[in-house]
């Protein structure tokens, strides 16, 4: 079955404590992204990648690295994590310029 | 830059009747669109695309949208509602360009069906 994982579902944790979200598709797709969504906000692109080895800042960057070492796996990594990025966040996959996007089922992130 | 605007923030319907969920956007280049449903607790799944050609498209469900150019527009339609399709939509551009594959939400329009 095609699908974007990610992981965790759910993590509650302390302000400073470095974290790692991962996901991870099986559809062979060159495009990769990271989404936060805050309630009236929608979603707002944090990373993305147009193949391995190639990333590139979204619109709300600040705060957030990731890397793309494998064509499968996008991870998410905030290295000092403060109480504003307590959110929900998503992982996207897509085939190609054009193509639309398939989400992983999220990740919902509390920072105390 | 591209921005896209979902006027209504909560759209409250009854069953069986038809809905209308706006979607305007603003873009220099040429874009692509979508509609995106997330369902409570779940991720998001696409409910229909437009790339290029016929400026009526169906989706899955039931729901239709048309690309109005002039008017830049893409609204989201379905004749009749089922409780089933309460949810949050997403209007969503994608911007055309050799830079990257840059996906531009709304901030939602969450549809209540009432019996």
């Known amino acids: 079955e095609a699908q974007v994982t990610q992981n965790p579902r759910y993590l509650i944790t302390v302000t400073g404590k470095k974290l790692t979200v991962t996901c991870s598709q099986n559809m062979n797709h060159e495009y990769m992204s990271w989404y936060r969504q805050d309630p009236g906000l929608g979603l707002r692109q944090i990373y993305y990648?147009?193949?391995?080895?190639?990333?590139d800042k979204g619109d709300v960057p600040e705060g957030y690295k990731v890397s793309r070492k494998e064509k499968r796996n996008f991870p998410l990594i905030l290295e000092s994590p403060s109480p504003n990025q307590t959110s929900l966040y998503f992982c996207?996959?897509?085939?190609?310029?054009?193509?639309?996007?398939?989400f992983g089922d999220g990740t919902r992130l509390s920072i105390l | 830059a591209q921005s896209v605007t979902q006027l209504d923030s909560q759209v409250p319907v009854f069953e069986e009747a038809p809905v209308e969920l706006r979607c305007n956007y603003s873009?220099?280049?040429?874009?692509?669109l979508f509609w995106y449903v997330q369902y409570p607790n779940q991720g998001l799944q696409l409910l229909l695309k437009y790339l290029s050609g016929s400026t009526l498209v169906k989706g899955i469900n039931g729901f239709e949208a048309e690309f109005n150019k002039s008017q830049t527009s893409f609204h989201l339609r379905k004749p009749s509602v089922h409780i089933s399709d309460t949810a949050e939509y997403f209007c969503a551009v994608l911007r055309v360009t050799g830079g990257g594959n840059k996906l531009t939400f709304g901030t939602g329009t969450q549809l209540k069906v009432e019996l």
């Open positions: 996207a996959s897509a085939g190609g310029l054009g193509q639309p996007q398939h």
């Open positions: 873009s220099s280049v040429s874009v692509y």
């Open positions: 990648s147009m193949n391995v080895e190639v990333t």
